[in-house]
C-alpha cells in the first residue's frame, strides 16, 4: 500500500508498505482524509523530541472500515464512516485511574510515538473508533484538531463570565474560540496573521487583535477596561506569548498553555504570586471533548472549508509539507486526499 514517510528530518517521501490486517479486536479502515497536524511538522523540521525516524505522520483521521476482526461489537459494519482516537492509555498510571486518559504517562499517539494514518489502510483497535453518520469525509478529519481546543476550555472551566484572551489562532485556537464562544465567553482572538484572525472572527470571536500591528496591551487595556482577559490560553507555543499570557491575564486568572515553546521561558515569578494565578498545562482530548466537537460539527452553520488551506494527493503532499515548513504562520490545515 501506499504511504507517506517523513525518512529524516526535511525528508519527506511516498513508499509501499505491506498491507496490514486487523487482530482480534481490531479493525481496519480505509482512510479518506488524513490531517497534517503541527506536530507532523515539528517531526518534519526535525524538533520533535518524541519521535524516531522513519515515521509515517498523521493522526488527524477521515476513514471508512474496510474489515473487521473477530470480537468486535456488532454495531461496527464494513463501509461504515468513522474518525479515531489516536492516543493509548494503559489504565494503570495516575493519569488513567484519575480517568484523564489524556494525559497518560505512556500515551503513544499516532504519527508521533509510533507509525500514523498517512496511508492507505491502518489497523487500530474498535475502542478507539467513533462513527457518526450525520459528518461528512472532510468534518471527520477535522474532529481530532478541534477537540484539543474544546479540552483546554474545559480545562480552564471558562464559562459566559469569562472574558478569554485565544494566543494563536491555528487549529488548536481555532477549537478553543468555538468551545468557548458555546459557553458563552467574550473571546478576543490574537495572532500575527489577519486571514487567522478573520476565520476566528467567523468562528465565534467577539474582538481580534493583531499583535504584530498593534499594541497588545492597549488593545487589552481597551476591551477589559483596564482589567484584563479573566483567562488566556496560549495555543501559539512561543515564548512570546507564553510571557504575554502571564502578564495579561487578570488577577486571579487562568492560564491553560497547550503549545510547546521551542525554548525555555523565564516568567516574572513575582507575577504567579501577586495576581494568585491558576497555570496548568492541557495535552490531546478525553472521549468527552470529541463527543462535543462531534455535537459541534453536526449542528454547526459555519462552512467547514474556512478552516483547511489546502487538499493535496499523497504524491503532492512532501511539496505541501515543504512550503508550510517554509511559512508556517500562512497554513491552516493541509488534508491529504487518498
Same mark, same amino acid.
Given at each position: 500500500?501506499? &504511504?507517506?514517510?517523513?525518512?529524516?528530518?526535511?525528508?519527506?517521501?511516498?513508499?509501499?508498505?505491506?498491507?496490514?490486517?486487523?487482530?482480534?479486536?481490531?479493525? @481496519? %479502515?480505509? %482512510?479518506?482524509?488524513?490531517?497534517?497536524?503541527?506536530?507532523? *511538522?515539528?517531526?518534519?523540521? +526535525?524538533?520533535?523530541?518524541?519521535?524516531?525516524?522513519?515515521?509515517?505522520?498523521?493522526?488527524?483521521?477521515?476513514?471508512?472500515?474496510?474489515?473487521? +476482526?473477530?470480537?468486535?461489537?456488532?454495531?461496527?459494519?464494513?463501509?461504515?464512516?468513522?474518525?479515531?482516537?489516536? !492516543?493509548?492509555?494503559?489504565?494503570?498510571? =495516575?493519569?488513567?485511574?484519575?480517568?484523564?486518559?489524556? &494525559?497518560?504517562?505512556?500515551?503513544?499517539?499516532?504519527?508521533?510515538?509510533?507509525?500514523?494514518?498517512?496511508?492507505?489502510?491502518?489497523?487500530?483497535?474498535?475502542?478507539?473508533?467513533?462513527?457518526?453518520?450525520? @459528518?461528512?469525509?472532510?468534518?471527520?478529519? *477535522?474532529? $481530532?484538531?478541534?477537540? #484539543?481546543?474544546?479540552?483546554?476550555?474545559?480545562?480552564?472551566? #471558562?464559562?459566559?463570565?469569562?472574558? *478569554?484572551?485565544?494566543?494563536?489562532?491555528?487549529?488548536?485556537?481555532?477549537?478553543?474560540?468555538?468551545?468557548?464562544?458555546?459557553?458563552?465567553?467574550?473571546?478576543?482572538?490574537?495572532?500575527?496573521?489577519?486571514?487567522?484572525?478573520?476565520? /476566528?472572527?467567523?468562528?465565534?470571536?467577539? !474582538? =481580534?487583535?493583531?499583535?504584530?500591528?498593534?499594541? %497588545?496591551?492597549?488593545?487589552?487595556?481597551?476591551?477589559? @477596561?483596564?482589567?484584563?482577559? =479573566?483567562? #488566556?490560553?496560549?495555543?501559539?507555543?512561543?515564548?512570546?506569548?507564553?510571557?504575554?499570557?502571564?502578564?495579561?491575564?487578570?488577577?486571579? +486568572?487562568?492560564? #491553560?498553555?497547550?503549545?510547546?515553546?521551542?525554548?525555555?521561558? /523565564?516568567?516574572?515569578?513575582? %507575577?504567579?504570586?501577586?495576581?494568585?494565578?491558576?497555570?496548568?498545562?492541557?495535552?490531546?482530548?478525553?472521549?468527552?471533548?470529541?463527543? /462535543?466537537?462531534?455535537? !459541534? *460539527?453536526?449542528?454547526?452553520?459555519?462552512?467547514?472549508?474556512?478552516?483547511?488551506?489546502?487538499?493535496?494527493?499523497? $504524491? $503532492?503532499?512532501?511539496?505541501?509539507?515543504?512550503?508550510?515548513?517554509?511559512?508556517? +504562520?500562512?497554513?491552516?490545515?493541509?488534508?491529504?486526499?487518498?
Amino acid at each position: 500500500m501506499k &504511504a507517506i514517510e517523513i525518512t529524516k528530518a526535511g525528508e519527506m517521501q511516498v513508499v509501499e508498505r505491506e498491507m496490514p490486517g486487523p487482530a482480534s479486536g481490531e479493525i @481496519l %479502515l480505509k %482512510l479518506k482524509y488524513v490531517g497534517f497536524c503541527g506536530s507532523d *511538522l515539528s517531526t518534519y523540521l +526535525g524538533k520533535n523530541a518524541l519521535v524516531q525516524y522513519p515515521r509515517i505522520p498523521g493522526h488527524e483521521i477521515s476513514a471508512v472500515i474496510e474489515k473487521i +476482526g473477530t470480537h468486535v461489537p456488532d454495531s461496527f459494519t464494513i463501509g461504515m464512516a468513522v474518525t479515531v482516537v489516536p !492516543y493509548t492509555n494503559c489504565g494503570q498510571c =495516575t493519569s488513567c485511574k484519575k480517568k484523564r486518559f489524556n &494525559a497518560c504517562r505512556y500515551n503513544e499517539t499516532l504519527g508521533v510515538q509510533r507509525d500514523g494514518a498517512m496511508a492507505e489502510y491502518i489497523v487500530v483497535p474498535w475502542q478507539k473508533v467513533l462513527m457518526d453518520k450525520a @459528518l461528512s469525509n472532510i468534518k471527520l478529519a *477535522l474532529v $481530532e484538531p478541534l477537540t #484539543v481546543g474544546f479540552h483546554a476550555i474545559d480545562k480552564g472551566k #471558562v464559562t459566559d463570565v469569562d472574558i *478569554l484572551m485565544v494566543l494563536g489562532c491555528g487549529m488548536i485556537g481555532s477549537g478553543a474560540i468555538v468551545r468557548a464562544k458555546l459557553r458563552g465567553a467574550t473571546v478576543i482572538a490574537v495572532d500575527i496573521d489577519d486571514s487567522k484572525l478573520d476565520i /476566528a472572527k467567523k468562528l465565534g470571536a467577539t !474582538y =481580534t487583535i493583531n499583535s504584530k500591528d498593534q499594541d %497588545l496591551h492597549a488593545e487589552l487595556e481597551k476591551i477589559t @477596561l483596564g482589567h484584563g482577559p =479573566t483567562a #488566556v490560553i496560549e495555543a501559539a507555543g512561543n515564548p512570546i506569548t507564553y510571557k504575554a499570557a502571564i502578564e495579561e491575564v487578570a488577577f486571579a +486568572g487562568r492560564v #491553560v498553555c497547550i503549545g510547546y515553546a521551542g525554548s525555555d521561558i /523565564a516568567f516574572t515569578t513575582k %507575577l504567579w504570586v501577586q495576581k494568585e494565578l491558576e497555570i496548568m498545562g492541557s495535552r490531546n482530548a478525553n472521549p468527552s471533548d470529541f463527543e /462535543a466537537v462531534i455535537k !459541534y *460539527l453536526k449542528s454547526s452553520q459555519v462552512d467547514e472549508s474556512i478552516l483547511i488551506s489546502k487538499t493535496v494527493s499523497p $504524491e $503532492e503532499a512532501p511539496e505541501a509539507m515543504k512550503k508550510w515548513s517554509e511559512a508556517p +504562520g500562512e497554513i491552516m490545515k493541509i488534508l491529504v486526499k487518498f
